[in-house]
Structure formats: structure tokens, C-alpha cells
């Protein structure tokens, strides 16, 4: 995670996190948009690669998420408690936004390479209490997790992960 040192971003400052994405070994990079971590207001930009894992998630019942895309193209996975895919939506520059209420499993495909975001939710940010994982999806250090990020990348709504 970097801060951003101007207040205009420029295509210069996400070329940069792009390159700084496609080399992090997650295959992801954000840019901090808020000054701290206890800002009332989070609001960052996310850079990700095809192949990132964003382990399925969710926010506290009070803690709603809004992503919208910048440059290339996002899949939003929706599930249900029991890992199921209840929607999936394409967000594409110009194309969408979605506003994930508190207590909503998700999880996010950066679908084409150079793809940002940039994502808002309400702070302070607190790793603890940010988010709870699924249970039925791998960790991000297990073996497994590359076969799931695939499974949500192409998994229609219906499908559950094996």
C-alpha cells in the first residue's frame, strides 16, 4: 500500500501503480487516497492483474464498500452463506457501479491486465474488524488458492466452489 503524494492523479500515477501491481507478488498494489488510516473516509485507488486472489469476503453489517472502475474491467462476485455465486456484474469504465451493502460476501476479477479501481467505504480502517473470510474459500497462502481464483473468474451465478 503506497500514499499518494499530489492531490491530482494523473495517468503517470496510476501507470506507476499498474507497474508496481504487476510485480507485487500478489498482483496487486493500492494507492491510498486518504491521508490516514483513522480517515472517517476510505477512498483508494486498486490496481490488479488477471490471476489476483481476492479471497471471497465480508465487511461488518455497518461497513458498505463502492467500487467503480477506472481503467480496464472488474467482475463483483456476489455469494450467498454458503458460497454460492448469487451475482456477478461487469464493470467496465463508464459501466457501473456497485455499492456492496455491510454483510455481503463477495470477492472482485481484475479481468484484463492494467486494470484499476478505485474503491470508498466508510473508516477508520482496522485489519482486525475489516473484513471475515469465508470459511469454504482457501487462504490466500494455501494451495488451493490459485484454483479458486480461477473457478471465480469463469464460475456463472448457480455454481458453489468445490
Not at 477512498?43 to 492483474?49: I, S, T, V, Y
Not at 472482485?108 to 474488524?129: C, Q, R
Not at 469465508?134 to 448457480?158: H, L, Q, T, Y
Request: aromatic letters at 8%.
Amino acid at each position: 500500500m503506497t500514499e499518494r503524494s499530489s492531490p491530482f492523479i494523473d495517468a503517470a500515477t496510476i501507470d506507476a501503480l499498474v507497474g508496481r501491481a504487476r510485480v507485487a507478488p500478489r498482483r496487486r498494489q493500492n494507492l491510498n487516497l486518504h491521508p490516514r488510516l483513522d480517515d472517517p473516509i476510505q477512498r483508494f485507488l486498486n490496481a490488479g492483474e488477471p490471476g489476483t486472489y481476492i479471497r471471497p469476503h465480508r465487511h461488518r453489517p455497518d461497513r458498505w464498500e463502492m467500487v467503480a472502475v477506472m481503467r480496464g474491467r472488474i467482475d463483483a462476485v456476489l455469494f450467498d452463506d454458503d458460497g454460492v455465486i448469487t451475482d456477478r456484474f461487469v464493470m467496465e469504465p463508464g459501466n457501473g457501479v456497485i455499492e456492496l451493502p455491510g454483510g455481503t460476501w463477495h470477492s472482485f476479477v481484475f479481468a484484463l491486465p492494467g486494470t484499476v479501481a478505485i474503491e470508498i467505504k466508510p473508516g477508520p480502517y482496522d485489519a482486525a474488524l475489516d473484513k471475515q473470510f469465508a470459511d469454504w474459500a482457501p487462504r490466500e497462502e494455501d494451495a488451493d488458492a490459485a484454483r479458486c481464483a480461477a473457478w471465480i473468474a469463469s464460475a456463472s451465478v448457480g455454481s458453489h466452489y468445490p
